[in-house]
Structures are given as structure tokens and as C-alpha cells.
């Protein structure tokens, strides 16, 4: 656990560092994703890393057996990688550009949305220092 908190430290502060000062501008790009079949998160990181930088590419799993639904969100953080077209400027052009288009991965035809930002957790953040503070 302490290790995942490491790295999303590291991938907060590089999309921090690559914020270019526009603080209306949206740094990432979220997206659902249904009709997987039996694709795996490491499917949707190899596809969507041509579009920009895969924050996130997770599964969306039964509750009680952990089966995956045949959906996933996925996140983007637009990348600038020289001459590479599939590569957007901002997010706002990056969400255009992957709704817009059809995706196709192993022969498996996805349906594609714009999803809200991830919701922050209030609850766990606030029972934690709380916990924190009666030691």
C-alpha cells in the first residue's frame, strides 16, 4: 500500500509539473468503457497509452466474487510526444478525439463515454486523522 501511495504521489506531481498555468484547464481526461468481454486492465493500458499518459485503467468488479463486469474506467493525462498524432494538447481535445473515434481491441468492439471525475473519498480521509490525532 505504501508503495501505490508512492507512485500516485509521483504521477500527482508530474501532472502537477506539466499544468502549464491555465487553472481552468482540465488535466485529465476520465472515460467509462463497456463491452470488454474478457479484456484485461493490461489491454486497456497498451491501447490508450497511444492517445496519452494511462493514469488509470481499472476494472469495474462484481462485489462479492470480484469477476469483472465488462467495464472499466479509464484516465488520461494528454501527452506531448513530438509528431505523434494520436497525442492531444489538452483535455478538453483529448476527450473530442477518443469519443469521437471507434476502438477496437483484439477484435473487441468498445463503447466509449466521458466519465465524471473520479469522486474523492471525504469519509476514509477524515476517520483517518482523526484516528491519527488520539494517539
Known amino acids: 500500500a ?3 501511495d508512492k507512485e500516485a504521489a509521483v504521477t ?7 499544468d ?3 487553472a481552468p484547464a482540465r488535466k ?5 468503457v463497456k463491452g470488454l468481454g474478457k479484456l484485461g486492465e493490461h ?4 491501447y490508450f497509452s497511444k492517445f496519452g499518459e494511462v493514469v488509470e485503467a481499472v476494472l ?3 462485489k462479492k466474487t470480484q469477476r469483472p463486469r465488462g467495464m472499466a474506467f479509464v484516465t488520461l493525462v494528454p501527452t506531448s510526444k513530438g509528431d505523434d498524432e494520436g497525442c492531444a494538447p489538452n483535455a478538453e481535445e483529448l476527450i473530442d478525439r477518443i469519443t469521437e473515434a471507434t ?9 466509449l463515454q466521458e466519465a465524471l471525475p ?12 482523526e484516528g491519527a490525532e488520539g494517539r
Open 2 to 4: 505504501a508503495q501505490r
Open 12 to 18: 500527482a506531481a508530474g501532472v502537477a509539473a506539466r
Open 20 to 22: 502549464t498555468g491555465n
Open 28 to 32: 485529465s481526461a476520465r472515460f467509462f
Open 43 to 46: 489491454h486497456l493500458q497498451d
Open 60 to 62: 469495474v468488479r462484481d
Open 103 to 111: 476502438h477496437t481491441i483484439n477484435g473487441v468492439a468498445l463503447e
Open 118 to 129: 473520479k469522486p474523492e473519498k471525504k469519509g476514509e480521509a477524515e476517520a483517518g486523522a
